[in-house]
């Protein structure tokens, strides 16, 4: 009889110390949020839900296109991969890079064949020039697009672009969420030092 007497007072008693608590738990994790800030994406379309979703569309549309080739082999990819433990920005400037590349010689081909490509030739416009800016405000060459064009990883990407033949802006088309995904993780201003 004791013990059940004790069970049934700890059990209001305890729901009454976790109703006590728990303001303080939340004040405590509210202020180690503030103390540590979330990344900031150096251009405002890389954090852009609507960009995010014009990406995703015309990558899925160029992939269904590559997917019904049969001859087309889906396991090559054109975007190069890099190791995370470089540093962040340069490889940000890389890509950076590659990106140019798709604005001048790739989306140019796709005006038509998607309703999402125009909106996403702006936003990735609107990317490049942020990266450019950001160059300017450093007021050094770390994104010199001349300087980049000839990096191993540039010269790869290009190489295997012109290796995809007459499907080569099909596939490049389809990496395109790829390299969204690569710009949205390296270019951002970060206290981290990562």
């Known amino acids: ?13 305890a729901a009454a110390m976790f109703l006590l608590l728990l303001p303080l738990l939340l004040i405590g994790q509210d202020q180690r949020a503030a103390g540590h800030p979330v990344d900031r994406a150096l251009s ?10 014009a990406v995703a569309n015309v990558s899925q549309h160029a992939q269904r296109a590559e ?19 470089q540093d962040h920005l340069k490889i940000c400037c890389l ?18 064949q998607n309703a999402h490509i125009q909106r996403l030739k702006d936003d990735l416009s609107r990317i490049s020039d942020d990266l450019r800016r950001v160059n300017d405000d450093l007021q050094a060459d770390v994104c010199n697009v001349t300087q980049h064009r000839h990096h191993p990883h540039v010269k790869e ?3 295997k672009f012109d290796a995809a033949g007459e499907r080569r802006f099909i596939k490049a088309v389809a990496e395109i969420d790829i390299l969204f995904s690569e710009l949205q993780y390296y270019c951002v201003h970060t206290r981290r030092g990562r």
Not at 44 to 53: A, D, F, I, K
Not at 72 to 82: A, K, M
Not at 95 to 112: E, K, M, V
């Open 157 to 159: 990407f290009i190489s």
């Open 67 to 85: 997917s019904a080739e049969a001859t087309d082999d889906t396991s090559v990819r054109l975007i190069p991969r890099f190791s995370s433990t």
């Open 1 to 13: 009889m004791q013990l059940s007497s004790l069970v049934s007072w700890l059990r209001p008693t």
């Open 44 to 53: 405002p379309p890389l954090r852009s839900p609507e960009t995010y979703q």
């Open 95 to 112: 890509h950076g890079n590659i990106l140019q590349f798709y604005l001048d010689n790739i989306l140019p081909h796709h005006s038509n």
